[in-house]
């Protein structure tokens, strides 16, 4: 064991870890702190798998080898791999999603107006409806559709103040009938 320890080297040092007896803990005195998984390989909790790692991976595939194998050779755990070959399959990008959330997207007037006339049309459709028919109608696609949520938002906030600037022009224009009659 303190073999191992100082085979390491000066650029790392062993951790004791209570919580997973099969994993060994490693800090990198310049780099962040890693771990050791069940399959020997080496990873940082929360940051992603090199670039090279995920490519590699989508080759291994494409030529035929079985995701838990490839786990194997690789040193990688299942779910990674399967989770790189899902994205790949998904977008054609092995590249990681952001870290720290999402980036804002702003819904086009296209989309708004599509919206807008999804809601005359049956005021009684449910966000998730508008959602899906901007998918059908091919307004949007898998990757640009608004969420649920933001199209409520909208109807909420662009349509709403829309339909109340109608009504209040509508209301006008009655009561300018009738102050002329």
Partial sequence: ????AASIGAFMRKTQTSSCPKTIRFVHRRLHAGVVNQLGGLFVNGRP?????RLRIVELAQLGMRPC??????????????KI?????DTGSVLPGAIGGSKPRVTTPAVVRSIRDYKQGDPGIFAWEIRD???VDGVCDKFNVPSVS?????LRNKI????QQHEGKQENEIKDKKSKS
């Fill in 49 to 53: 798998l090199p670039h090279a790692l």
């Fill in 150 to 154: 933001s199209i409520s938002r909208i």
């Fill in 133 to 135: 028919r901007l998918l």
């Fill in 160 to 163: 709403g103040a829309f339909s």
């Fill in 1 to 4: 064991e303190q073999k191992k």
């Fill in 85 to 89: 070959l899902a994205r790949y399959h």
């Fill in 69 to 82: 194998d490839v786990s194997r050779q690789l040193r990688v755990s299942h779910g990674c791999v399967s």
